[in-house]
């Protein structure tokens, strides 16, 4: 799950680690008042999405035209009246696609006098299931770019769990940035700080882009993302709180709300498959004959007919699927439960395009004769290659 820069913040001040004052505007109305709150005599006005590129970003609308979602702001006025300028609009970015996300929040912070912009992150590093430190001198900019085009300017280190953070760590990190005297200090305490909240809120990727030496020479937080780990979310009704559902695809939204294990992807053909090695040996498949999977979707071991049914209607909600295939191997799972919600969905939604059905395992007879006998414009295949050729055929001819 992630959250906004806003709310990041906050979580970093409640810390405390360094960062700019700002409020967030809901509302066109409000934005005048918030930024009388603050001190100026610079404003800063984000548009908050979840999606990096911002500040190079463009709204689609022509009022707020291709001057990015991050922009300065020397009166009160002019704060509010670019806020209102972006509220509601659809901002563009190298991460969002070209249908861009629609701004629903603003934040206004203070401005800060910065000297340099430098890189650093946390993540979970699965190779060594540690938690990885990533730092740069080249901060403001993508680490993507950085990483392909000057990789030596890249420091990566993990900490041992047993051992723990020491502040050898933060001092590994204030050299690999260049800073001297007080600041390293600041970078060790603030190595220390970023490292508790990643392990107290069980996050995934905390980054902060960029951390900025100001001109007096202190160090500043004045950008973040935070991701975290959707299956803790339980132990942490303070972040789960946070959660906007407005940034999320609605496909994914409810999939989660029915436990369905479902991420959207680019391509033609639908996928409904229990077990995650399954679907991705199907999403390989139909990759091999010639298409593009549309999502992945494991509705899990012991799915009902309820979930199979939301699993169908969510997958024809898409309107890139033009064919589907239903992949079950019936091992906890029932081949007749599957049979049963497609019908269902089928006769709540309709079928528009072709389905392809591959049923093996537990009651695979009663399965097939539940599909056969329900009168339903389905394609039947005896193994994963059969109904993976057809569903392409079917598709693309």
Same mark, same amino acid.
């Given at each position: 799950m992630n959250?906004?820069?806003?709310?990041?913040?906050?979580?970093?001040?409640?810390?405390?680690?360094?960062?700019s004052?700002?409020?967030?505007?809901?509302?066109a109305?409000?934005?005048?008042?918030?930024?009388?709150e603050?001190?100026?005599p610079?404003?800063?006005?984000?548009?908050?999405?979840h999606?990096?590129g911002?500040?190079?970003g463009?709204?689609?609308?022509?009022?707020?035209?291709?001057?990015?979602g991050?922009?300065?702001?020397?009166?009160?006025?002019?704060?509010?009246?670019l806020?209102?300028?972006?509220l509601?609009?659809t901002?563009?970015?190298?991460q969002?696609?070209?249908?861009?996300?629609?701004?629903?929040?603003?934040?206004?912070?203070d401005?800060?006098d910065?000297?340099?912009?430098?890189?650093?992150a946390?993540?979970?590093?699965?190779?060594?299931?540690?938690?990885?430190?990533?730092?740069?001198?080249e901060g403001?900019?993508?680490?993507?770019?950085?990483a392909?085009?000057?990789?030596?300017?890249?420091?990566?280190?993990?900490?041992d769990?047993?051992t723990g953070?020491?502040?050898?760590?933060?001092?590994?990190?204030a050299?690999?940035?260049?800073?001297?005297?007080?600041?390293?200090k600041q970078?060790v305490a603030?190595i220390?700080?970023?490292?508790r909240?990643?392990?107290?809120?069980?996050?995934?990727?905390?980054?902060?882009?960029?951390?900025?030496l100001t001109?007096?020479?202190a160090?500043?937080?004045?950008?973040?993302?935070?991701?975290?780990?959707?299956n803790?979310?339980?132990?942490?009704?303070?972040?789960?709180?946070?959660?906007d559902?407005?940034? %999320?695809d609605? @496909? $994914?939204?409810?999939?989660?709300?029915?436990?369905?294990?479902?991420?959207?992807? &680019?391509?033609?053909? +639908?996928?409904?498959?229990?077990?995650?090695?399954l679907?991705?040996?199907?999403?390989d498949i139909i990759k091999?004959?010639g298409?593009?999977p549309?999502?992945?979707?494991?509705?899990g071991?012991?799915?009902?007919?309820?979930?199979?049914?939301?699993?169908?209607k969510?997958?024809?909600?898409?309107?890139?699927v033009?064919g589907i295939?239903v992949?079950?191997?019936?091992?906890?799972m029932?081949?007749?439960?599957?049979a049963?919600?497609?019908?269902?969905?089928?006769k709540?939604?309709g079928?528009?395009?072709?389905?392809v059905?591959?049923l093996?395992?537990?009651n695979? %007879?009663?399965? @097939? $004769?539940?599909?056969?006998?329900?009168?339903?414009?389905v394609?039947?295949a005896? &193994?994963?290659?059969? +109904?993976?050729q057809?569903?392409?055929?079917a598709?693309?001819?």
């Open positions: 959250i906004h820069e806003y709310q990041a913040k906050a979580l970093l001040r409640a810390y405390g680690a360094p960062v004052d700002g409020r967030v505007v809901l509302k109305e409000d934005a005048k008042t918030a930024a009388g603050l001190d100026g610079i404003w800063v006005v984000k548009s908050q999405i999606a990096g911002r500040g190079k463009h709204f689609k609308e022509a009022e707020a035209g291709d001057k990015g991050v922009r300065i702001a020397r009166s009160v006025s002019e704060a509010a009246e806020a209102r300028q972006m509601g609009r901002l563009v970015t190298h969002t696609g070209p249908a861009g996300k629609q701004v629903n929040r603003i934040y206004i912070e401005g800060s910065i000297a340099r912009e430098l890189y650093l946390l993540l979970v590093d699965r190779q060594t299931s540690r938690i990885s430190f990533v730092c740069s001198t403001g900019m993508d680490i993507e770019q950085v392909h085009d000057t990789p030596e300017k890249i420091l990566s280190f993990s900490v769990p047993a953070l020491s502040d050898f760590h933060g001092r590994r990190v050299f690999a940035l260049g800073l001297e005297g007080a600041q390293v970078c603030l220390k700080t970023l490292y909240l990643f392990v107290e809120k069980d996050m995934e990727m905390l980054e902060i882009n960029p951390l900025v001109k007096d020479g160090v500043k937080c004045l950008d973040a993302k935070m991701g975290f780990d959707g803790a979310l339980y132990r942490h009704p303070d972040i789960l709180a946070l959660r559902e407005t940034e %999320e609605p @496909k $994914e939204l409810a999939a989660s709300k029915f436990d369905l294990n479902y991420i959207a992807l &680019d391509g033609e053909i +639908g996928c409904m498959v229990n077990g995650a090695g679907a991705m040996a199907t999403m091999l004959y298409a593009e549309a999502n992945f979707l494991d509705v071991g012991g799915a009902t007919k309820e979930k199979v049914t939301e699993a169908f969510i997958i024809t909600s898409d309107p890139n033009k295939l992949n079950i191997f019936g091992g906890i029932r081949c007749d439960i599957i049963e919600g497609i019908i269902a969905a089928v709540e939604v079928l528009k395009v072709p389905l059905v591959r093996e395992g537990t695979v %007879e009663l399965g @097939k $004769e539940i599909i056969k006998n329900s009168g339903l414009n394609i039947a005896d &193994d994963l290659k059969d +109904g993976a057809k569903i392409v055929k598709v693309r001819g």
